[in-house]
């Protein structure tokens, strides 16, 4: 019949009560267990870091790049020469660095040293001139 109604196929969104009585509170009891999480190995301190692949045979590439620069300084005297000139510099940058250290230090003490002292002369006449104190 195409009398223009058609049934209703969308699914009920919102399903009435049957009766007018308001919902009750759930029941009291024990709320459903919960499944326990895993614990966490590196929050436990468990974690190690395990490298994935087994020894290898032979030198690893640092020691293979420490043994040729050495080979190479030792070849090329030049390089040699610069990077001794260079040890000696920062050597003597690093005197100088602690020396002036040292100096700007006793120049602060005996800066507050004689603050104290200006006071307490200070001190002294205002005493003697009966200003008490």
Same mark, same amino acid.
């Given at each position: 019949?195409?009398?223009?109604?058609?049934?209703?196929?969308?699914?009920?969104?919102?399903?009435?009560?049957?009766?007018?009585?308001?919902?009750?509170?759930?029941?009291?009891?024990?709320?459903?267990?919960?499944?326990?999480?895993?614990?966490?190995?590196?929050?436990?301190?468990?974690?190690?870091?395990?490298?994935?692949?087994?020894?290898?045979?032979?030198?690893t590439t640092m020691?293979?790049?420490?043994?040729?620069?050495?080979?190479?300084?030792?070849?090329?005297?030049?390089?040699?020469?610069?990077?001794?000139?260079? #040890?000696?510099?920062?050597?003597?940058?690093?005197?100088?660095?602690?020396?002036?250290?040292?100096?700007?230090? #006793?120049?602060?003490?005996?800066?507050?040293?004689?603050?104290?002292?200006? #006071?307490?002369?200070?001190r002294l006449k205002d005493?003697?001139?009966?200003?008490?104190?």
């Amino acid at each position: 019949d195409d009398g223009g109604e058609e049934e209703d196929t969308a699914p009920k969104v919102f399903a009435t009560r049957s009766s007018g009585t308001a919902p009750q509170a759930p029941l009291a009891g024990p709320s459903p267990a919960k499944p326990k999480p895993k614990p966490n190995p590196r929050a436990q301190g468990s974690f190690r870091f395990q490298p994935t692949l087994a020894s290898s045979k032979g030198p690893t590439t640092m020691q293979k790049t420490v043994e040729n620069w050495k080979q190479y300084v030792e070849e090329d005297k030049e390089v040699a020469r610069e990077l001794e000139e260079s #040890r000696k510099s920062i050597a003597r940058y690093t005197e100088r660095q602690k020396f002036l250290q040292a100096v700007d230090i #006793r120049t602060w003490e005996q800066e507050v040293e004689l603050k104290s002292i200006i #006071r307490e002369k200070a001190r002294l006449k205002d005493m003697a001139s009966g200003g008490g104190g």
